[in-house]
């Protein structure tokens, strides 16, 4: 089955610096990529999600980018805010197919 | 709209016994699961149901059942609780015949086996 490796499993960062977490996936077949963010205390929620068709996709300060070759994607969040403080988990799955597969997610932390 | 709805929020049990956690998606969604979260390990899927009238396991089943009672509702049973159990655990639903595997989730059941 799949496996999903992220790295790293906290990040500290200043706020308005760039904050990078990777992963990395062991099934070529998998073609859809979604990342949750997890505030404490809440549900994982969907903030992204990127395509095998697609090499790299933005949404205001976060960016996904996708190497199939290498089997590895990435999110970008550029100038960082407290708010942005939180569990990212990075996952991969066959698109139409139910399972998804998680990392073990990155606890990320902006200090003010 | 309330999404994915979990109960209950919080519960503590006793080494032994029995308990069922509710989940109910008003969504209209095929796919149901369960999770389990723990320090350090992600999300975990324990069960999931592809549609009404079906099952499968997860990656970490053992000690668990689950009835889909409906397209709505999709239970998880722990029929002799133990300590190994402590979690939080994490409803979901998708419909993957809607373009994609985005997966709403319920707000969790912190649940302590004592």
């Known amino acids: 089955g799949e496996n999903v490796e992220q790295h790293p499993s906290t990040l500290s960062v200043q706020e308005g610096d760039s904050a990078v977490i990777k992963c990395t996936y062991s099934?070529?077949?998998?073609?859809?990529f979604p990342w949750y963010k997890q505030e404490l205390g809440k549900r994982p929620q969907l903030i992204i999600d990127i395509r095998s068709n697609v090499g790299e996709k933005k949404d205001q300060r976060i960016a996904v980018t996708l190497n199939k070759t290498a089997k590895h994607f990435s999110l970008h969040i550029t100038e960082t805010q407290p708010e942005d403080s939180a569990v990212y988990f990075c996952a991969a799955s066959i698109q139409g197919y139910q399972k998804v597969t998680f990392g073990t997610g990155t606890k990320l932390q902006v200090i003010p | 709209n309330a999404g994915v709805t979990q109960t209950p929020k919080f519960q503590v049990l006793k080494t032994g016994q029995s308990m069922t956690l509710q989940c109910a998606q008003d969504m209209n969604h095929n796919s149901m699961y369960w999770y389990r979260q723990d320090p350090g390990m992600g999300l975990r899927l324990i069960y999931y149901?592809?549609?009404?009238?079906?099952?499968d396991k997860g990656e970490v089943p053992n000690g668990y059942n689950v009835s889909r009672l409906n397209k709505r509702e999709f239970s998880l049973r722990l029929e002799s609780a133990a300590p190994s159990q402590t979690s939080v655990y994490f409803c979901?639903?998708?419909?993957?015949?809607?373009?994609?595997?985005?997966?709403?989730f319920g707000q969790g059941t912190r649940l302590t086996v004592v």
């Open positions: 979901a639903s998708s419909d993957p015949a809607l373009g994609g595997t985005e997966a709403f």
């Open positions: 149901s592809a549609s009404e009238g079906t099952t």
């Open positions: 099934d070529s077949a998998s073609n859809y």
